[in-house]
């Protein structure tokens, strides 16, 4: 069943339960007011035969035409002895209860109530008469339910009409308000089946469907961009796998042609294939990290800057034996130390690729921002711009080791922390390195 026909339905269901609600409501004001009215043409009828103001019947017969002025065709009349005998009646014979009886013998309160004769049900009076007895005044109540039921005929005519028409204007208004989500249910299903993320959807209005179309507009991009961003990693990581795995199969071939090698070669030819295992194990560590990294922001709480950076050149002298030379003052930010560490790491070991064995690195901590020193041949301004770009390598550096992954790695992390990367040069003659957080305190 279709959202339309859904709507359809909920607006007759509303429309004629309202339609129901109201008209029953004016069903029993209209019995009730019918029924009142009755009630006080029996109260004003035995008035005026109780007052004189008209006479009582004479005898009791069935003869309308000869019971005297009180027989009339509206009402019924009929007389009572102080003993609750019938006297005379106008018409037809009126039940006698007990409350009757008691009405006739001692003076009380009037008494009405709906009585059957004949299979007809009349609205009956007894009122206590001055003289002694009592009188009786019934009417008919056919024509009152036939006005009563009248009514309820029409009210179910009207409900029936409106909920026949609140479905079909509710058809209306659910085929013009669920356009913009049929289209978007469209492209839905196009991306399900042929998985392209760049079909548009059309927006329309600022309501709560416009802004579902637009946030899967949005979707669409990231999810567009993600492919796009995969789909390049794939290439650049086939293209980067491709140099180390063919260097070390030029190896492992040259020494199966060459089973007498002399050690020395065999051990300089084993040293290669390590190297290149080790770039290889690098790599794939990098492309694992890239392929992997959640989207979400990592927690970012208050952060001592210098420490995470003293650990991690603490770290890196003992893993390289390098020596560097740390200048920090106290800061800072907020940031996930584990996040900075790496990041920081990676500055690191960018700049032990790059700078002499000889050469020192310096490292410099200041007003949230880390900044990386090495002593190598440095970055040209216009290759500024691309160094933190995936895989990016200049065509000088092709032959050195390294992945091209390290320093994108590190703008992801700065990125995530809401700072910015910076590449200068550096008071070592080389390049200068680093990032810039906001700063919570110093």
Same mark, same amino acid.
């Given at each position: 069943m279709s959202l339309g026909f859904r709507l359809a339905i909920v607006f007759a269901i509303v429309t004629a339960s309202t339609a129901v609600l109201v008209g029953a409501a004016s069903f029993v004001t209209t019995d009730r007011q019918v029924v009142n009215e009755v009630d006080q043409f029996l109260r004003e009828r035995a008035d005026e035969i109780g007052d004189g103001r008209r006479s009582q019947p004479r005898n009791r017969r069935d003869d309308r035409d000869d019971a005297g002025s009180a027989t009339n065709a509206d009402a019924e009349v009929q007389?009572?002895?102080?003993?609750?005998?019938?006297v005379s009646t106008s018409g037809i014979a009126l039940p006698v209860d007990d409350i009757d009886r008691e009405l006739a013998d001692d003076n009380g309160r009037a008494v009405l109530r709906t009585i059957e004769v004949g299979g007809v049900d009349y609205r009956l009076i007894t009122d206590h008469l001055s003289g002694g007895g009592a009188v009786q005044v019934a009417r008919n109540l056919e024509e009152s339910k036939g006005l009563v039921t009248n009514v309820q005929t029409r009210i179910l005519y009207i409900a029936g009409?409106?909920?026949?028409?609140?479905?079909?204007?509710?058809?209306?208004?659910?085929?013009?308000?669920?356009?913009?989500?049929?289209?978007?249910?469209?492209?839905?299903?196009?991306?399900?089946?042929?998985?392209?993320?760049?079909?548009? /959807?059309?927006? +329309?209005? $600022?309501? %709560?469907? !416009?802004? *579902?179309?637009?946030?899967?507009?949005?979707?669409?991009?990231?999810?567009?961009?993600?492919?796009?961003?995969?789909?390049?990693?794939?290439?650049?990581?086939?293209?980067?796998?491709?140099?180390?795995?063919?260097?070390?199969?030029?190896?492992?071939?040259?020494?199966?042609?060459?089973?007498d090698l002399d050690t020395p070669s065999?051990?300089? /030819?084993?040293? +290669?294939? $390590?190297? %290149?295992? !080790?770039? *290889?194990?690098?790599?794939?560590?990098?492309?694992i990290e890239l392929a992997t990294e959640s989207h979400e922001p990592p927690e970012l709480v208050e952060t001592d800057l210098v420490a995470v950076t003293t650990a991690s050149v603490e770290s890196f002298e003992q893993r390289t034996g390098r020596t560097v030379q740390l200048d920090w003052t106290p800061c800072v930010v907020l940031g996930d130390a584990e996040s900075l560490s790496r990041a920081i790491a990676n500055l690191l070991n960018n700049a032990h690729k790059y700078s002499p064995v000889e050469s020192g690195i310096g490292v410099r901590v200041r007003h949230g921002a880390v900044m990386v020193d090495d002593a190598g041949t440095g970055i040209p301004v216009a290759d500024r711009d691309r160094v933190f770009d995936r895989f990016f390598r200049r065509d000088d550096d092709r032959s050195k080791p390294g992945s091209g992954l390290g320093?994108?790695?590190?703008?992801?992390?700065?990125?995530?922390?809401?700072?910015?990367?910076?590449?200068?040069?550096?008071?070592?003659?080389?390049?200068?390195?680093?990032?810039?957080?906001?700063?919570?305190?110093?």
């Open positions: 007389i009572l002895n102080d003993e609750g005998d019938i009409l409106l909920a026949a028409l609140s479905a079909v204007v509710g058809w209306i208004i659910a085929q013009r308000t669920t356009r913009p989500l049929r289209l978007l249910t469209d492209a839905v299903d196009e991306v399900a089946e042929t998985r392209n993320f760049t079909v548009p /959807v059309p927006v +329309s209005g $600022r309501d %709560e469907v !416009g802004r *579902l179309a637009r946030g899967f507009n949005r979707m669409l991009t990231a999810l567009n961009q993600s492919q796009e961003q995969q789909k390049r990693l794939v290439q650049d990581a086939a293209h980067e796998l491709r140099t180390p795995l063919t260097s070390i199969t030029a190896n492992v071939e040259w020494m199966m042609r060459a089973p065999q051990q300089e /030819v084993l040293g +290669s294939v $390590r190297r %290149e295992l !080790g770039e *290889l194990n690098e790599l794939m560590s990098e492309i320093l994108s790695i590190v703008a992801s992390i700065v990125d995530q922390h809401g700072g910015q990367v910076v590449v200068d040069d550096s008071a070592l003659g080389g390049a200068r390195v680093g990032f810039r957080l906001p700063v919570v305190s110093q």
